[in-house]
């Protein structure tokens, strides 16, 4: 059985192309770019090319980017340096919905006696900027706001925040893991002083990522050490997976626009399909504002786990905003934070398409999901069996898992 991946904003696979440039430097081309020997000096030229495919595809300079380890340590890195690096400021601004590398963060933070304030979203996922505006205040440090949410997709209005933090001459960072290959990012006309992306989420491998440094903001290292990528992260060069992440910038540069209509389409017809052959089945976030590749849906009354375990024998793979699958306890806080019914939270299921997803895998999960979702609503006791079609459903106080 072939596996479908509808799984992308978890992570990508890495394309052959991508492990056609990196594969040189695991192999014959092992040296330390720092050494002063040739077979490993010569391998800087390798790094400083990858900074220019990286630094393209966000329309910064070179020198603007260093290499980490990933999205969580770009995202730690920027919130911990905002407070470092302007001892007098104890204050940040974030929203209820961030990844936890940002939030987990952020509320560390507060408890070492910073303040922080977290934004709340509406039902559809969305901030209102007036009370960003209001929250702001000289004692803030940082805004850290995600461009666009892995669980909803929904996408934040970055160049507004981008603007009002400027013009309150407030430091902005966005955690754009999720929106770095998807959508058009030009930091030349969006002033972000600090974007954290990761290579696992563009079909580079896992352990590589970036984060943009605006020339001008003062950065206080996460990794001290080597004098390493301009002295702001310290440690040996990961060149396999800078060379990587550089390849992969340039196959989404040279995408982004088609592809992501092409992806747009299958997604949109996805969730038309599902929405229409699922009775209780509900979309969540702007669906204005999302990703082009994402659709989160409720399946009202059933639990996302029995869905993800009877999709699983299909070979789909998808993820859910409920409980346990995700490693925690607690349901989505991205759907809580919109008001989401806990009936839907625990029914929610996460479908992300890249540009490895083909027309007849969006056909399988058209053709088999809806038997499934039927299946289980005949299993839930909270399901109202003899309601008409249409009828408004009644929701059970609450229930928990
Ligand atoms: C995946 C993800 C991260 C974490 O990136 P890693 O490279 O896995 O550390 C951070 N933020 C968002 C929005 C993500 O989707």
Same mark, same amino acid.
């Given at each position: 059985m072939k596996t479908i991946y509808l799984d992308n904003n978890a992570t990508t696979a890495v394309d052959p192309a991508v492990l056609d440039a990196m594969m040189p430097f695991l192999t014959t081309d092992y040296g330390n770019a720092s050494s002063m020997h040739a077979f490993g000096g010569r391998l800087r030229h390798n790094i400083d090319q990858a900074r220019e495919q990286v630094a393209a595809l966000l329309h910064c300079c070179p020198e603007e980017i260093v290499f980490t380890s990933g999205g969580t340590e770009g995202d730690i890195t920027a919130i911990n340096s905002a407070l470092l690096a302007q001892p007098e400021k104890h204050h940040i601004i974030t929203s209820r919905v961030e990844h936890p590398a940002v939030r987990t963060t952020c509320r560390m933070m507060q408890k070492r006696g910073n303040r922080l304030t977290e934004l709340p979203v509406d039902e559809l996922g969305r901030l209102n900027l007036h009370q960003l505006e209001a929250a702001l /205040? %000289? %004692? /803030?440090a940082l805004v850290t706001i995600m461009w666009a949410n892995n669980e909803t997709g929904v996408v934040f209005p970055i160049q507004d925040i981008a603007e009002l933090c400027r013009a309150k001459g407030v430091q902005f960072h966005s955690d754009s893991v999720q929106a770095v290959g998807k959508l058009p990012v030009n930091l030349r006309k969006t002033p972000i002083d600090l974007l954290s992306m990761s290579g696992h989420k563009l079909h580079a491998p896992k352990g590589i990522g970036a984060l943009y440094i605006r020339k001008g903001t003062p950065l206080a290292p996460l990794m001290t050490g080597g004098h390493q990528e301009f002295g702001k992260r310290a440690g040996t060069e990961n060149i396999a997976g800078i060379v990587a992440l550089g390849k992969a910038c340039e196959l989404a540069q040279k995408d982004l626009s088609g592809e992501n209509e092409r992806i747009r389409r299958l997604r949109d017809r996805l969730e038309r399909t599902l929405l229409r052959d699922c009775p209780d089945a509900r979309l969540n976030g702007d669906p204005d504002n999302r990703l082009p590749n994402t659709a989160n849906i409720s399946f009202e009354f059933i639990e996302g786990e029995a869905i993800l375990l009877l999709m699983d024998e299909k070979g789909i793979c998808a993820s859910s905003g409920s409980a346990c699958t995700s490693g925690s306890l607690e349901p989505s806080h991205v759907l809580r934070a919109m008001g989401v019914p806990f009936t839907a939270v625990h029914g929610s299921i996460r479908f992300s398409l890249s540009r490895f997803t083909a027309d007849e895998e969006i056909d399988t999960v058209c053709r088999e999901l809806p038997p499934i979702i039927k299946r289980l609503r005949q299993l839930s006791p909270f399901s109202p069996k003899d309601r008409a079609p249409g009828a408004p459903v009644e929701r059970p106080e609450q229930i928990r898992l």
């Open positions: /205040t %000289d %004692d /803030t």
